[in-house]
């Protein structure tokens, strides 16, 4: 399966955000407004099938690019899934530069597995920590 990792809130529709967001535990019922400011303030990633163009995955990132990053809102569609595309959006992202060496922290109810393979640690049952590296 071909794919592409897209950047920036401005490359990424609040609109195929939702209907991802829509699929989860966390932010099923999260509003288009919310959506779009949380966009406007994070850098954004999306993950386009080639050829569709079809967004199948997203996630976000919150970060004083100093210390620490938050990442958030990792969602891949559920047609989607087990095909190794979250793994890819994850290593694509922690792999940035602006993120080497800070503290990684995020929190999940049942991917642990997934994250741990980039570093992450589990702190309690959600949280998950990957430690800063200098």
Same mark, same amino acid.
């Given at each position: 399966?071909?794919?592409?990792i897209?950047?920036?809130?401005?490359?990424? &529709?609040?609109? @195929?955000? *939702? $209907? =991802? *967001?829509? !699929?989860?535990?966390?932010a099923? %019922?999260?509003p288009? /407004?919310q959506?779009?400011? &949380? !966009?406007? %303030? &994070?850098?954004?990633?999306?993950l386009?099938l080639?050829g569709?163009?079809? *967004?199948?995955?997203? /996630? $976000?990132?919150?970060?004083?690019?100093? #210390?620490t990053?938050? =990442?958030?809102d990792?969602?891949i @569609? #559920? /047609?989607y899934?087990?095909?190794?595309?979250?793994? /890819?959006?994850? &290593?694509h992202?922690?792999?940035?530069?602006?993120?080497?060496?800070?503290?990684?922290?995020?929190?999940?109810? @049942?991917?642990? %597995?997934?994250? $741990?393979?980039?570093?992450?640690?589990?702190?309690?049952? $959600?949280?998950?920590?990957?430690? %800063?590296?200098?």
């Open positions: 399966m071909e794919y592409r897209v950047a920036g809130a401005e490359q990424i &529709s609040s609109t @195929d955000v *939702l $209907r =991802l *967001l829509k !699929m989860t535990y966390w099923d %019922n999260r288009l /407004a959506i779009e400011k &949380s !966009m406007q %303030n &994070s850098a954004c990633y999306g386009r080639d569709e163009g079809k *967004l199948v995955g997203f /996630a $976000r990132v919150i970060s004083d690019y100093a #210390t990053y938050y =990442l958030c990792v969602i @569609d #559920t /047609a899934r087990h095909m190794g595309l979250g793994t /890819a959006l994850v &290593s992202i922690v792999s940035l530069p602006e993120y080497a060496g800070l503290r990684g922290v995020l929190i999940t109810r @049942d991917a642990h %597995n997934l994250y $741990r393979k980039f570093g992450f640690e589990v702190l309690n049952d $959600r949280a998950m920590v990957k430690p %800063n590296v200098v």
